[in-house]
């Protein structure tokens, strides 16, 4: 036996032995010097990336979806020379665009971002895509559909934040796997317990693995995005380092909030967190007029979507709801939020709306000016997806459908048709719970 099949037959054994031993993260770091030792012994020219040089790559939602895509993936040193790689599905015609390498410290741990934008795609094509340094260092290829008019499905995630995210991380692998025709998924905010642990997010991206590569991303910020370690107020300096969306809001707030176009629907994402922004704690980002600046911007972003459906993703729900428990003071309403937010909402004819915060799934059916009217927008409460629990809320008189047990996780789906938008809950194992059907 010559030196390079002696050397590849060793890795081959010790990649049987890694097999067995530690997390799977501590395996992917495993496989990946593996591929790279035996790349470099057997003279490849395209040698793999390892683990170190290409975590978490994720497709993150650009403004029009149709014919751009924002990639993203992380590296443990610098990498100045990081690029993307694309073409279309079944073509050998490769273009390439160059990506950051910015560096991001937080808790005390620094990690190297690269992000990218690919612009001027084909309207529902199929492309795969890879990402790299240099000329000799390269991911594997994974698939990118840009939209277009067809019929598609949607994974939603109500919060995710957690002590232990192996349920956060079991409901994303199962629910990937139900739901293969899956072209985006959203996430309705505190996608972690606290937005300064790196440990927390390491395991977040870790978590949407199924996902992440071959799917946009669509996050939404919620109120422990903005928690520093010590459970005071700071600008969510990691959400925003880790999640580039669109950045069409406000240059102060830029990408708090922001809209998007995927098919024949026009996303707004809400950023509802005034009380953080105007807290005390908050010296260094205090923003008190973040609702009114906003609420211009709503305003215009409506005046001049085009889409046929509108939906709004907010973390805040603009539900009030009372504890259900003795010599509890909260009166059952509308929260600020909802106050503000509602009747534009009614004056622009949106056509969906999801909210979480309250770890409660809740549908309130259709409601305008306050009141059940099916003319209004649905609203829906998406639940939690986490093992984080709230206290219980007594029912809204305009509860349609409550989650009969709130110790259980779930997720939402919806498929979008050209007449339909058809909205489901689950939980965790499949099970329905609940459906809504929005006819235009």
Known sequence: MNKKRLIISLLAIITVVGATVGSYVYRDTIYSRIARTAAVVSGQAIKPLLDSESRYIRQIVAQDNSTSRTIMWQSDNSESDAIIEYRQDGTDTIQTINATDKAFTDDGSTTYIHEATLTGLTPNTKYEYRVGYGTDRRSDWYRLETAGASVYDVLIYPDSQSGDYSQWEEIVKSSALRNPRTALYISMGDLVDNGEQAYQWRTWLNSIKPLSANVPLATTLGNHEMYTLDWKMREPYAYLNYFAVPPNGNEIFNRRYYSYDFGDVHYIVLDTMLYESNHEDNHDTHHPDLYDVQVQWLHQDLTTNTKKWTVVLMHRDPFQYAFDRPGAN??????????????????????????????????????????????????????????????????????????PDRDKNNYMTMTVTPNKLIVKAFLPDGTQLDESVIEK
């Open 330 to 403: 909260r009166a059952i309403g509308f929260d600020d939020e909802g106050v503000l937010f509602m009747p534009i909402f009614d004056e622009f004819n949106v056509d969906l709306v999801l909210s979480a915060h309250l770890h409660s799934y809740r549908n309130r059916g259709h409601v305008r000016n306050f009141d059940r009217d099916l003319s209004g927008p649905l609203y829906i409460l998406t639940g939690i997806a986490g093992d984080a629990r709230r206290p219980k809320w007594k029912e809204h008189p305009l509860d349609v459908y409550v989650a």
